[in-house]
């Protein structure tokens, strides 16, 4: 349960250097999670007001309700999809904002609690964030894709180097009989595997792969970040934490082709990792990348 996981949220310190709430700033914070993110823009500017939103009514009604009786009017809660941005802050009637953090990060509690995320633990093949935004889960997919199509989800949205073998392992586990369970999924791409490699379990990249391609992530943050520039103040500041290259690439593109059009200013030159410090105290602060923009 949530309560038995610690979650820590990523580079907390570097998301306030470049986040810079300002006094009096309205901040969204779009995938609000356990609260972390938020609370560390609440503290470190008393007078400015945060706009928590995550599509996971869970983590809002978990840990959302606990952090508004602390920081009351200064804290609003919204239910939404990020990539909906526009949408969603129309429904709320909010027209400006002066910052956006995004974490694209799957969360340790997300993983540890909902069904189809963990390797290690045997749970139905599901995957989905939010079932009420979704219909299609894993399982559909490893049921009714083509040999071809899961290769290509493999390598497209895991960078597999064994995408077609692993799909033709499942194409023919499918046939004895329904691949339904996570333990079951790892089992057999791990078996097709040529060997293990190195710290990370073999059927890591599938997994990630699949929860991508479920979830539409890469096309979700695309929505996002063109989203974002429209609401953010002249002057506001976008700030994103990618986990994985196909994230980072995505956000490093954008930046750099908004920069040539003079709509941001991009204040990350360098993509901005982890300090070893963090990494030591939080092992899932390992793979953050950390990019940042100004609206000119």
Known sequence: MHENIPHIPVMVDE???????????????????????????????????VIAMDWDTVSLETHGLTLKEE??????????????LYRVLKREK???????????????????DRAGFSIYRDTPLDMRMSPSHQKTTAADVIAFASERELADIFHHFGEERYSRRIARAIVEERRKQPILTTGRLASIVTHAMPGERGRIHPATRVFQALRIYVNKELDNIQ???????????????????????????????????????????????????????????NASSRSACLRAAQVV
């Open 223 to 281: 929505a996002f970040l063109t989203e974002a520039i429209r609401v953010l103040n002249p002057g506001g500041r976008l700030v994103c934490i990618s986990f994985h290259s196909l994230e980072d690439r995505l956000v490093k593109r954008f930046f750099k082709e908004k920069e040539l059009e003079g709509v941001l200013t991009v204040l990350t030159p360098k993509v901005v990792t982890a300090s070893e410090h963090e990494v030591v105290r």
């Open 15 to 49: 998301v306030i250097t470049y986040l810079a709430p300002r006094p009096g700033g309205v901040y969204l914070d779009v995938t609000f999670g356990a609260g972390g993110h938020t609370r560390a823009i609440l503290d470190a500017e008393p007078s400015c007001s």
């Open 71 to 84: 920081f009351g009017d200064r804290l609003q809660l919204v239910w939404g999809n990020f990539a909906l």
């Open 94 to 112: 909010i027209k400006h904002i002066d910052g956006i953090l995004a974490d694209f990060g799957t969360s340790q509690m997300q993983i540890a």
